[in-house]
């Protein structure tokens, strides 16, 4: 019954309704075989893949293709190790001639030590983008005006960093967060830092439409069982968040009736 | 048959004077349906590889989906 519903609280990115919240990344595994099984234990519908150059010296190299099908997962084409908007633009009009994505994970990077992102660049691309038709997700950092202005410039989902790429910190701004989720109408999605089960429940009981998590499923030292863990907690966050939680009070208040005490 | 260099994702191959891009293509063992190929920075439409000939210099890249965050 109520597992039911949970079903029906779907999270709608442009236009497209999916039943899980967990969008989880491919890279970092170590082989495709693990991969294939990690996504299938988290559930998750739509999975972030990159855009790369074709080993023309080994043919017979196996294609992600042919371990995640792309008709059964959506594939979230990034543009991971972009560092201005010229070749973001070139990679996910590559990433669209591959076989017609629209929706697509920008992401403009403006330090190789951080990999925070560069907003002035990232603006600029997804105008860009969105003129040209593609439903872009973008991965942002966690200011709320540059989030505003993301919206204004057409983005189709908010993904505000939780912590740099692949740290494992958690969400270090939970007040900007919230901020960013009550200021839009467009799904917000924490995308990177997350470093274990309960950051995702954070982020969903924050009120945040999803999460994406790459390293610290991969890069766990059991990756399936922190795939289906970050399943479990992205169900538990949204459940909670659902639910409406009670209010914060410095005094105690007892659980047991204080009436007929012995 | 004169032969001609031409640069492939970055590595410089010899190919005939008269190949088309579909020839290379072939010759490489490419799944055609899951990448996308840009010539001179200008990306081609996959179908009409058949009918664009390979120049002096071309530059192509070949590209498709791997794991990534």
Redesign the interface.
């Known amino acids: 019954m109520e597992e039911d519903k949970l079903k029906k609280d779907k999270l709608i990115i442009a236009k497209k309704k999916f039943v899980s919240r967990l969008i989880v990344g491919t890279g970092k595994y170590k082989s495709m075989s693990e991969c294939a099984k990690a996504i299938k234990i988290s559930g998750a519908e739509i999975v972030t893949v990159a855009v790369r150059r074709v080993n023309i010296l080994n043919k017979n190299k196996p294609l992600l293709m042919d371990y995640i099908d792309p008709k059964k997962i959506t594939y979230l084409p990034n543009t991971a190790g972009c560092f201005n908007s010229k070749d973001a633009l070139r990679t996910l009009r590559l990433a669209r001639e591959i076989g017609g994505w629209k929706l697509v994970k920008l992401e403009v990077l403006g330090d190789k030590t951080n990999l925070f992102p560069d907003m002035i660049e990232t603006l600029k691309t997804t105008e860009v983008l969105a003129k040209e038709g593609f439903k872009v997700m973008v991965y942002c950092n966690d200011d709320p005006l540059m989030a505003k202005r993301l919206e204004n410039s057409g983005a189709d989902a908010i993904m505000p960093l939780a912590a740099p790429i692949g740290s494992g910190l958690g969400i270090l701004n939970k007040i900007n967060i919230q901020i960013i989720r009550n200021q839009t109408k467009l799904p917000v999605i924490i995308d990177a830092g997350l470093g274990q089960a309960s950051d995702a429940t954070i982020a969903m009981e924050l009120g945040c439409d999803g999460v994406l998590v790459n390293t610290a499923i991969a890069k766990a030292k059991k990756p399936f069982e922190m795939a289906l863990a970050f399943k479990n907690a992205v169900v538990a966050g949204r459940q909670s968040y659902n639910s409406g939680r009670i209010s914060k009070t410095v005094m105690g208040n007892p659980s047991s009736p204080t009436e007929g005490i012995i | 048959m004169k032969k001609i260099k031409i640069k492939?994702?970055?590595?410089i191959k010899t190919v005939l004077s008269n190949s088309k891009l579909s020839d290379l293509l072939n010759n490489?063992?490419?799944?055609i349906?899951?990448?996308?190929?840009?010539l001179n920075?200008e990306?081609i439409d996959?179908k009409r590889s058949n009918n664009i000939k390979l120049k002096k210099n071309d530059k192509i890249?070949?590209?498709?989906?791997?794991?990534?965050?």
Not at chain 2, 8 to 11: E, I, P
Not at chain 2, 33 to 38: G, P, Q, S
Not at chain 2, 61 to 69: P, S
Request: charged share 25%.
């Open positions: 492939v994702n970055g590595k490489l063992n490419i799944p349906k899951k990448v996308a190929i840009e920075e990306i996959k890249e070949i590209v498709h989906f791997i794991g990534g965050g």
